[in-house]
Each structure stands twice: as structure tokens, then as C-alpha cells.
């Protein structure tokens, strides 16, 4: 599987905005790019992916750059529940399961 | 909002002893998957299922595991034997269809406490 790269954690304020990087350089073209997140003592939770385009959902947006090496999970506005382990995660159009790396920690202050 | 269910929650077993956890996956989802995660380590792939039988299985899942759907709703995983590293939270997972961009819905997870 392809490589991805995050901090291990980072830390934001409630009410303010989130960017969450990640850099897969590695990236192939049949890539597709996943974020999930796990919340404390819960299982993980889809919460956006894309291909070439930015993305928006419900939950967050999804920046990915021109070259597809990077992208950015944003989160507009983060409240105390959305402390969680987020991961950044690329799969190959033709498999079905996906593989966890070790993600970002995300702690909210209030 | 449809769910995956997952049972028992917690589970206690002595070494040695088989255990069987049990997922209900949503109900028109065709692609079903067991992830573990030890304590304070990543969530790792198991198997994955799909049309009555294994389509992938990682390393970790060997010849003391195994997977079925019984009856057409629960999605088991049996451990034939336990260890004390196979103490983890158990993750079933499931997916609606043939997309491989689809989402997996997984469960709140069993935990697993091999003594």
C-alpha cells in the first residue's frame, strides 16, 4: 500500500478552524484518497474521500493538491466531540479493504 | 441511521479457550470485514468477505481464525484457541457494494481480554 505521512498530533481551539495535513507522495493514479476518524473508544468513522477535486461533505472538506502529493482534511468549525484520531489513508480503486496508519491525534481546547 | 451491532462488548476468556464474537452488518451490505486493535496500536486489517467467502486475508489471520455468516444477518469471527496477544478490540466493518471507493460502516467494536 501507499505511503502516508501525518503529525502525530495537533491541537486546535474549539470554534476555530481545522487543517489537518497529509503527504503521500507516492500516490499512484488509481489512488483514491480516504479520511476516517476514530473517536475515543469507538470504532472508526468514514468522513470524506477524493480523487483529483476538492471535496465537501457534512462533516469536513477535502483539499488535494494539483499534483495529488498531499492533500488537507479541513474541519470548519471544530467542537469538543470532534477530538479524535483522523486518518489519512489511500486506496487503490481495485481493493476493497482499507489499512490504517497511525494517524493524527487531534485534541480540541475549549 | 442503519448500524453495524457488534456482541458480546467485552468478552473475558482463558488462554486457550475458543471464542466467537458477532457482528450484524447492515442490512443490504455485501462486503463484510474484521479489523483488531491491540491497546494503544493501529487498527490493522484481519479478513474480508464477500459472496460466502474470504476474498483477502492479512498475515495476522491465520489458522486460529476463521469467518462465516451462518444465517444471512450475523457475520462471526471464531478464535479457535486464544493467546494472551489476542487481547484487542474487535472491529467488523461492513460495505454496501461493488464500489471499492465505498465507505465502511464498522461497529463500536467487542473487546477481548485474554487471561
Known amino acids: 500500500d501507499a505511503k502516508t505521512t501525518q503529525p502525530n498530533s495537533m491541537e486546535s481551539n474549539e470554534e476555530e478552524p481545522v487543517h489537518l495535513p497529509c503527504n503521500h507522495s507516492t500516490i499512484s493514479g488509481t489512488d483514491y484518497i480516504h479520511w476516517y476518524r476514530q473517536l475515543p473508544s469507538q470504532g472508526p468513522e468514514y468522513v470524506i474521500h477524493g480523487l483529483t477535486s476538492n471535496v465537501n461533505n457534512r462533516m469536513a472538506s477535502l483539499a488535494i493538491a494539483e499534483d495529488r502529493k498531499s492533500s488537507t482534511l479541513i474541519l470548519h468549525r471544530a467542537t469538543l466531540r470532534d477530538a479524535a484520531v483522523y486518518y489519512c489513508i489511500l486506496r487503490d480503486v481495485r481493493d476493497d479493504k482499507i489499512i490504517f496508519g497511525k494517524g493524527t491525534r487531534l485534541h480540541i481546547l475549549p | 441511521e442503519p448500524e453495524v451491532t457488534q456482541t458480546p462488548s467485552h468478552q473475558v476468556t482463558q488462554m486457550g479457550q475458543e471464542v466467537i464474537l458477532r457482528c450484524v452488518p447492515i442490512?443490504?451490505?455485501?462486503?463484510f470485514y474484521w479489523y483488531r486493535q491491540i491497546l494503544g496500536q493501529k487498527v490493522e486489517f484481519l479478513v474480508s468477505?464477500?459472496?460466502?467467502?474470504?476474498?483477502?486475508k492479512s498475515e495476522i489471520f491465520d489458522d486460529q481464525f476463521s469467518v462465516e455468516r451462518p444465517d444471512g444477518s450475523n457475520f462471526t469471527l471464531k478464535i479457535r484457541s486464544t493467546k494472551l496477544e489476542d487481547s484487542a478490540m474487535y472491529f467488523c466493518?461492513?460495505?454496501?457494494?461493488?464500489?471499492?471507493?465505498?465507505?465502511?460502516?464498522f461497529g463500536e467494536g467487542s473487546r477481548l481480554t485474554v487471561l
Open positions: 468477505f464477500y459472496n460466502n467467502e474470504i476474498s483477502e
Open positions: 442490512s443490504n451490505h455485501l462486503y
Open positions: 466493518a461492513s460495505k454496501r457494494g461493488l464500489a471499492n471507493t465505498g465507505e465502511l460502516f
